[in-house]
């Protein structure tokens, strides 16, 4: 079970908080991530984490302003999303795999279990 919470509605310039947590997965074989999927747009792995070597991956409109860490000794991540953009705004999913790399999972944007969504809204 993936369970997703935070999200909502901010300003451009501001900052959101994601958090994902992950129950009855043998989560040291797995990669987590954080999709994204606006209106008429492809999806998009925004940022993603190998739970096994912690090795990350962040799509391009990501880098420098999103950071996936993992909460110590939980199966849990959590996204922080600075300086957000308009184009920011979409769906967002917490998705884990098995097997993956981080770099295969975003690059890809594909996954096993999925979040059920966080609606993201940046707007001024």
């Known amino acids: 079970q993936v369970v997703e919470s935070g999200g909502g509605f901010a300003q451009p310039g501001g900052s959101l908080r994601l958090s994902c947590a992950a129950s009855?997965?043998?989560?040291?074989?797995?990669?987590i991530g954080w999709f994204r999927q606006a209106p008429g747009k492809e999806r998009e792995g925004v940022a993603c984490?190998?739970?096994?070597?912690?090795?990350?991956r962040y799509s391009e409109s990501a880098k420098g302003r999103f950071t996936i860490s993992r909460v110590n000794g939980e199966n849990a991540v959590n996204l922080q999303m600075n300086s957000l953009k308009p184009e920011d705004t979409a769906v967002y999913y917490c998705?884990?795999?098995?097997?993956?790399?981080?770099?295969?999972?975003?690059?890809?944007?594909?996954?096993?279990?999925w979040g059920q969504g966080t609606q993201v809204t940046v707007s001024s």
């Open positions: 998705v884990v795999s098995s097997y993956v790399t981080a770099q295969a999972m975003c690059v890809l944007a594909t996954g096993d279990h």
């Open positions: 984490l190998s739970l096994g070597d912690g090795d990350t």
């Open positions: 009855g997965l043998t989560m040291d074989y797995y990669s």
